[in-house]
């Protein structure tokens, strides 16, 4: 059983949002933002339903949890998300302070990495690869789903 205080169990509440961009035609990726302890903040992607590009689960993990916080930083926040964010939602991620990023899955072809490694605020802590097998699992079925 997991702690409900552990990264696998902050991450398979992201995963429960990628499921629900998955089960919409989105691209499976899921977020939740947490402050101390506590989910504050739960997203997934919406590209497809709001027409928007910039509707990433992380943009719209960030502005969910801005405003329940009534302030733009999140300095004192853990994001979640089951693929590596772009360069767009790490560049909002450095914007914001994000104290602590936990990723599931990397992303080889888009992920900020592949830009910088310096894209993010100097003192946001970084790790990725929690639960990378089943985030990946769940992209590979849905692309492999789109081939079909």
Known sequence: MLSVHSDEYFMQQALTEAKRAYDNNEVPVGAVVVCENR??????NQTEILNDVTAHAEILAYTAAAEYL???YLNECTLFVTLEPCSMCAGAMMWSQLKRLVYGASDLKRGYQEYSDKMLHPKTEILGGVMQKECAELLENFFRAKRV
């Open 39 to 44: 989910i504050i903040a739960r997203a997934h």
């Open 70 to 72: 009534n302030h733009k």
